[in-house]
């Protein structure tokens, strides 16, 4: 073999010299956190763990599981439920915020676990915007202003006058001290200035039956919770809470259209994932979620468990909405004084 001119022979402390620069030139290549992030050739190559922070049977769980079925089929791995429940979801939500970023733990955020726990609960560890990446917004669930028919009001205009009237007199149940029943009252309170006396019951269920056997006057509650006895004549149903006009209740109104100033809220849902999860898997997962939500079958599949699904959105989109809820909720908890229950 000859050598180029000026050029000399490798002799053996050169070929070690060498060696070690190699081995720090690829010790330098792997991430601070010592976890190799997937890339999008290699990704998936194992199965995919998606943490749902509340137990099997909720809204939660049925969001994670349609949308894990979904994301198997498209991504040729078992993407495998973790029900993670406990503390309004923040328990879960620590898991997905504590996870290697390396793409295989993705998670189900929801209002509850991104914006009303850490509202209320300035302890929490985890912080949804530094320590969670979203990913995309998936369905939701409308929230209504309900009325028992006693209450003569037809409108929302109608029952604040009411409320003005009765001063102090007419009251609301909510499912319990922090809760998104509670939280939709008090931001009504805040942008309005009616007084309204609150009852918190433990749980939905029991919310709902005060309301229907006329216990109380007023109450917020998933609007697939509240038709059937709107039909029945058991409920009025005035409002729904959200950004837009409910798809199966088009006759009601928002709050906004009915004249109130006040932030739209829906109990949203969305995948996530652990920040600092490559920017690769981000696109990826929120491309197969775009693509789902173009899909009839699949929108029809959320329809029939209560949900409405979201128009296809970007990972900028969801994290502007998580942001938006986080801000107005922890508003409305240092004005109404809230504290977490201990």
């Known amino acids: 073999m000859s050598l180029a001119a000026g050029a000399r022979p490798v002799r053996g402390a050169d070929l070690a010299r060498l060696r070690a620069a190699s081995l720090a030139l690829a010790a330098c290549s792997v991430p601070a956190s010592g976890v190799a992030l997937a890339q999008p050739g290699a990704w998936p190559a194992k199965p995919v763990r998606m943490v749902v922070p509340f137990a099997a049977g909720g809204p939660v769980d049925a969001v994670g599981r349609t949308v894990g079925q979904r994301l198997s089929a498209d991504l040729g791995q078992p993407v495998i439920i973790d029900n993670r429940g406990g503390a309004g979801g923040s328990i879960g939500m620590e898991a997905i915020a504590r996870a290697q970023p390396d793409g295989y733990t993705l998670g189900v955020g929801s209002l509850g676990g991104l914006a009303l726990s850490p509202a209320i609960d300035p302890k929490l560890r985890y912080d949804p915007l530094r320590d969670i990446a979203p990913i995309g917004a998936v369905a939701i669930t409308h929230y209504v202003l309900a009325v028992h028919p006693a209450v003569p009001a037809k409108s929302v205009q109608d029952l604040l006058r009411i409320a003005r009237e009765r001063r102090g007199q007419l009251n609301y149940g909510s499912s319990g001290v922090g809760s998104i029943s ?55 149903l005035l409002a729904v809470t959200g950004t837009r006009r409910a798809e199966g209740a088009r006759q009601l109104p928002t709050l906004l259209e009915a004249g109130l100033k006040v932030h739209p809220v829906e109990a949203s849902y969305g995948i996530v994932g652990p920040s600092g999860i490559a920017r690769e898997v981000v696109q990826r997962v929120n491309a197969l979620l775009n693509a789902a939500l173009g899909s009839p079958e699949f929108r029809q599949r959320l329809e029939k468990q209560g949900f409405e699904a979201v128009p296809p959105n970007s990972p900028e989109d969801y994290a502007r909405q998580v942001r938006g809820d986080l801000d107005v909720f922890r508003d409305v908890v240092r004005r109404a004084g809230i504290k977490p229950e201990v």
Do not use: C, N
């Open 182 to 236: 509670h939280l939709l009252a008090e931001l009504v309170e805040g942008a309005t200035g009616v007084q309204l006396v609150h009852v918190a019951y433990k749980g939905t269920g029991p919310a709902v039956a005060a309301l229907l056997s006329g216990e109380i006057d007023i109450g917020f509650m998933p609007l697939p919770t509240s038709e059937g006895a709107a039909k029945a004549g058991r409920l009025r």
